[in-house]
């Protein structure tokens, strides 16, 4: 399960993010995942809570908001956002298209602190 490594991921970068902060409690931190990342939410939830495991973001939740593929069509020039992930066919003209705009992105968005 490759998402428990990508949480591990996640975890280490958000603690370089909070290492200057100092201790801090952490109560949320969102990622974005396209919905072409290859990525599933449910499994990288439950490596969560593995990752988080004597850290300081135990206890965090992982929120993450999946993003939709958007191509940019080489024939007519139109960016079209796309039902599904394939295959990555041009809605305005029924071209073929390998220019994706988004949907391939794993980002840590923003980390949530609590109110001291």
Same mark, same amino acid.
């Given at each position: 399960? @490759?998402?428990?490594?990508? #949480? @591990?991921?996640?975890?280490?970068?958000? =603690?370089? %993010?909070? %290492? #200057? #902060?100092?201790?801090?409690?952490?109560?949320? +931190?969102? +990622?974005?995942?396209?919905?072409?990342a290859g990525v599933v939410a449910e499994a990288l939830?439950? *490596?969560? *809570?593995?990752?988080?495991? !004597?850290?300081?973001? =135990?206890?965090?939740?992982? $929120? #993450?908001?999946?993003?939709?593929?958007?191509? %940019?069509? =080489?024939?007519? *020039?139109?960016?079209?956002?796309?039902? !599904?992930?394939?295959?990555? $066919?041009?809605?305005?003209? !029924?071209?073929?298209?390998?220019?994706?705009?988004? !949907?391939?992105?794993?980002?840590?968005?923003?980390?949530?602190? %609590?109110? =001291?």
């Amino acid at each position: 399960m @490759h998402e428990l490594s990508i #949480a @591990h991921n996640i975890v280490e970068m958000a =603690e370089e %993010a909070l %290492a #200057a #902060a100092g201790p801090l409690k952490v109560e949320a +931190v969102h +990622v974005r995942i396209g919905a072409l990342a290859g990525v599933v939410a449910e499994a990288l939830s439950f *490596g969560w *809570g593995v990752a988080t495991q !004597g850290t300081q973001l =135990e206890g965090a939740q992982l $929120l #993450a908001e999946t993003l939709p593929v958007i191509i %940019a069509c =080489e024939g007519c *020039g139109q960016r079209s956002t796309l039902e !599904g992930s394939y295959p990555l $066919l041009c809605p305005s003209c !029924g071209k073929l298209t390998n220019q994706i705009v988004q !949907g391939r992105e794993l980002e840590l968005w923003s980390i949530e602190i %609590a109110d =001291e």
